[in-house]
């Protein structure tokens, strides 16, 4: 009971420490102020006054919603005694191969820039700047030459890293569980069973309505699909972010989805908001990074071929350019367990007071980064509220998908989910594909790195995604990649190479992902 009570105190005073800081702090000790000149305010009930006077005007709810947002994104409190890293990742062997994956990325972006004879950072001239700030809206015309970029990485090399990663503690001897292990991740990291994630997935069951199920055309829309619409509309009325976090597990109707996922990510624009995109967008104007050209290069490789978002490869410059210069994103660096690359002026190495994280962001775009922004273009029109979606949907989730941790939500926990899923209950298929040298792995990983952005039709992945913000939770990646082999399991057990198998699932973009996440989920024999 005390421990409880000393862990709550902890996130009480973590919560109002980030809260301090924030613009929301500042908007309610100006209306607090003004209130006092309000005659319902009295000295001798000032407090309680306060507190009333927030609640009526709305500012109670906002400080709700900020304060269930932190809840959202911050880790558990960490015991007193445990180092600060322990609160980036608490292993040891984890931090370290996150650290050597690190220095991996850092050789293979300066051996480009050495190779290439580019700075890692120069001022744009006058005339390019002129130049860049007429074309911002149209910078899917400009055909830079990028023939001598490369990505610095790209998913199959980060499998690579992934599957040769151990316990140096464990034995494989150790534990009967783990040795009878078959799949490619070798890591000892307790995952969820189907039991498990029916009870954590419990809005999904077969009794409960959901978009993409209920909403079809063999179902009279007004069974299921009108009401939801009235609940969502209520829940956005209310502007509270725990009640749409809720009913967005039942997914979200289209036209009501950009409110509401700003909602749970606690986006509010504010003229504030849109001030600081100008000025990132100036800094993207005036100064080039050699960044700038991977993120070119990663859209004109990606988006630009999907029949689905190469309209919007524009915003997609405009968002990720923007995205590397925004200096607000390191703060999710102290519970990632990536560390933000650093460099020095030149003569300055190793000179702490002369080293600039680089890019600005912390962040090296991979290849297929800019897949993460795609399919928030159909929702966001405006560039800026596009800009603060895709950095919050990136500061909760996206960083997790690329970068080595035990987080249950981390890459390596949603890899050995999908093995331990397809091993468990569909152990015929997993061995057969094994043996003839096609692990489910290398063909899912893809999919599970991009949060299947590229790879679903848009409405499914949008459907998806709602229920990654609903149970602010990435594991639902590993469940969809495992019910997307036992729905071509058939066709899977009679292919005879991974490149065969590779061709059964070529194309997911017919597939419909609520009916398989349900009958995987709820249908599967446990």
């Not at 890692?120 to 001598?148: C, F, I, Y």
């Not at 995109?277 to 960044?291: G, P």
Request: with cysteine.
């Amino acid at each position: 009971m005390l421990q409880e009570e000393s862990d709550l105190s902890l996130i009480i005073a973590q919560i109002v420490q980030k809260l301090k800081g924030s613009n929301l702090y500042a908007q309610l000790e100006r209306q607090a102020w003004a209130s006092l000149q309000r005659p319902e305010i009295r000295l001798e009930s000032l407090k309680e006054d306060i507190k009333e006077f927030f609640k009526i005007t709305g500012w109670e709810k906002k400080l709700q919603n900020a304060v269930y947002s932190e809840l959202n994104v911050y880790p558990l409190p960490r015991h007193p005694a445990a180092p600060p890293e322990h609160l980036k990742e608490p292993l040891v062997y984890m931090r370290k191969a996150q650290g050597s994956w690190e220095k991996r990325i850092l050789k293979s972006l300066n051996s480009m820039c050495t190779e290439l004879s580019i700075p890692l950072a120069r001022k744009r001239p006058v005339g390019q700047q002129k130049e860049l700030l007429n074309k911002w809206n149209e910078m899917g015309t400009d055909e830079p030459d990028l023939s001598l970029f490369r990505p610095v990485y790209a998913p199959k090399d980060f499998l690579e890293v992934l599957i040769n990663l151990r316990n140096p503690n464990y034995e494989n001897g150790d534990s009967l569980s783990f040795r009878t292990h078959l799949g490619l991740i070798q890591v000892p990291l307790k995952v969820k069973d189907i039991p498990e994630l029916k009870e954590c997935f419990v809005e999904l069951g077969l009794n409960t309505g959901q978009l993409g199920i209920d909403d079809s055309t063999q179902v009279p829309p007004e069974l299921f699909e009108n009401e939801h619409v009235r609940i969502g509309q209520k829940v956005l009325a209310e502007q509270d972010s725990a009640a749409a976090q809720q009913y967005i597990r039942q997914g979200s109707p289209t036209a009501l989805r950009a409110e509401l996922w700003a909602l749970i990510l606690n986006i509010s624009s504010q003229p504030e908001d849109i001030l600081y995109y100008e000025q990132l967008k100036t800094n993207v104007i005036q100064h080039d990074l050699l960044v700038d050209s991977l993120i070119y290069k990663d859209v004109k490789l990606t988006a630009s071929n999907d029949d689905y978002y190469f309209v919007f490869e524009d915003y997609l410059y405009q968002v990720l350019l923007c995205f590397s210069r925004d200096t607000s994103v390191l703060g999710h660096f102290a519970y990632n367990s990536a560390s933000p690359p650093k460099s020095y002026i030149r003569g300055k190495l190793g000179l702490e007071e002369y080293a600039v994280f680089y890019p600005p962001n912390g962040v090296i775009p991979f290849h297929g980064f800019s897949m993460y922004v795609a399919p928030l273009c159909f929702l966001y029109h405006e560039p800026y509220k596009l800009y603060q979606t895709f950095r919050e949907m990136y500061v909760r989730f996206f960083f997790r998908l690329h970068s080595i941790s035990s987080h249950p939500s981390g890459i390596v926990s949603l890899c050995l989910l999908f093995e331990t899923l397809l091993q468990t209950y569909l152990p015929q298929l997993f061995y057969h594909l094994r043996e003839i040298g096609a692990q489910p792995l290398r063909i899912s990983f893809k999919w599970m790195v991009r949060a299947f952005s590229g790879y679903l039709a848009t409405d499914q992945l949008l459907l998806l995604w709602d229920r990654i913000l609903g149970y602010n939770s990435l594991e639902i990646l590993a469940v969809l990649a495992a019910a997307v082999f036992a729905f071509r399991a058939v066709n899977l057990m009679e292919v005879t190479s991974l490149a065969a198998a590779e061709a059964v699932l070529a194309d997911l973009s017919t597939l419909k992902v609520m009916p398989l996440l349900q009958i995987f989920l709820f249908a599967t024999v446990t």
